[in-house]
């Protein structure tokens, strides 16, 4: 398929690695969904191997292709996901995927989701291509990746530095560098250095509408939201404010548990069996439109992932936030940071959860600031920024394709 041939409208292909959790889908399909809000013509395809992208809704002009899953186990190495066949033949398919869809679908833009060189590689050579076609290539990261200790050593094993120097046109952080900079202790050189534009972070609203049949949670207010996230690894957090209510520290609100999708089916078996027990506690498994409890609830209590932050922030929630620390520690760099401008409240899992610090944390909750008495200029102007990037970049790919033609 030549240049020339294909339909109207510009094109941005997206590449979500997905091996785990939510993050990077739920991430992907908010700067979708605002550009083609933003951008009449345009059409966005999502590359993801995450296994409930069905779950979510898509607007219009956006779409996704699922590839063959895979998930990281606790020793590093992958594993497939639902075929039992052997790592490397998924590798192979997933690879073909991504490069038939880039080559077919022929997109102006390319951005590719944290993992430069994406999973084991598999982008590389679609860069490689893309970048010969004159495609603006672009890295999206979160504000924070890793602690830098671990991030630089991690990147020099997978080569990622070539491809900066060499492949990226831009690398667009989805941060503010007073928050965080996730490049600020790696090693990379000025011309890399250059590339970087930090957008602030991504706002987040409350669907207008919701699908029909969908049940809505009739929680009686003011009711606290808990939610891990995914949930995967959420486990202490549910735990721990399970502790707070079945002790004799009440906190002060009814509160809804959200388990997330990828809680294993056996602990939440035994948390529901704990929570039947507490009149105020009520839960659910998962919500596809987390945004809408969220908007309603008096108060959170999360981890400290990136999305949640987002929703936090847009939504203006008191928050306590419990993050994680292994495998990475990026949720407590992260919410360190946010704790210390005043934005949210921390508090560490010291292993163990003794009921009454989170009882007490959850009835200090109501006196909390909330984010917003909290000025810090850009903070959630990161749709606005990457809306004005695309423009930038899909004029220069038009200038492009001018001088190619002639």
Not at 144 to 169: I, Q
Not at 220 to 226: A, K
Request: one cysteine or more.
């Amino acid at each position: 398929m030549g240049m020339g041939s294909r339909g109207m409208g510009p094109r941005v292909l997206i590449y979500s690695h997905d091996t785990f959790g939510l993050g990077h889908l739920r991430r992907c399909r908010t700067i979708a969904h605002a550009l083609v809000e933003n951008f009449r013509e345009l059409s966005v395809l999502i590359l993801s191997g995450s296994p409930i992208i069905g779950s979510f809704d898509f607007r219009a002009r956006v779409d996704f292709v699922r590839v063959p899953g895979v998930i990281k186990l606790r020793s590093g190495d992958y594993t497939s996901l639902n075929l039992h066949i052997d790592i490397e033949e998924t590798l192979a398919m997933r690879e073909l995927i991504i490069r038939h869809t880039a080559e077919i679908f022929d997109p102006d833009i390319f951005l590719v989701d944290k993992e430069p060189l994406g999973l084991r590689g598999e982008v590389k050579e679609t860069l490689e291509t893309l970048k010969e076609r004159g495609t603006r290539l672009v890295l999206g990261l979160r504000d924070v990746l890793d602690e830098p200790a671990h991030l630089a050593p991690e990147w020099k094993r997978k080569g990622v530095g070539p491809a900066l120097r060499d492949l990226y046109d831009e690398i667009w952080v989805y941060g503010l560098p007073q928050i965080w900079d996730p490049l600020a202790d790696i090693n990379v050189p000025k011309s890399v250095r250059k590339k970087v534009v930090f957008t602030g972070y991504l706002r987040r609203s409350v669907p207008y509408t919701v699908p029909s049949g969908r049940e809505l949670i009739d929680m009686e207010e003011p009711f606290l939201l808990v939610t891990p996230g995914g949930g995967g690894d959420g486990e202490a957090l549910v735990d721990w404010v399970i502790r707070a209510y079945e002790s004799s520290f009440t906190p002060p609100w009814r509160a809804l548990i959200v388990f997330g999708p990828f809680m294993q089916a056996e602990t939440v078996a035994e948390f529901q069996r704990r929570i039947a027990a507490i009149p105020r506690l009520r839960s659910i498994i998962f919500d596809a439109y987390i945004e809408t409890m969220m908007s309603r609830a008096a108060g959170v209590v999360a981890m400290g992932g990136y999305n949640t932050f987002c929703e936090i922030l847009s939504l203006d929630k008191r928050a306590i936030i419990v993050p994680r620390t292994v495998p990475r520690m990026e949720q407590a760099i992260r919410m360190r940071r946010a704790a210390e401008l005043g934005l949210v409240a921390m508090l560490s899992d010291d292993g163990q959860r003794d009921p009454q610090r989170m009882a007490t944390a959850l009835r200090h909750l109501p006196q909390q600031k909330r984010p917003s008495s909290v000025v810090i200029p850009g903070l959630l102007d990161g749709l606005e920024n990457v809306n004005r990037l695309v423009e930038l970049g899909l004029e220069r790919r038009a200038a492009y394709r001018l001088a190619v033609a002639k």
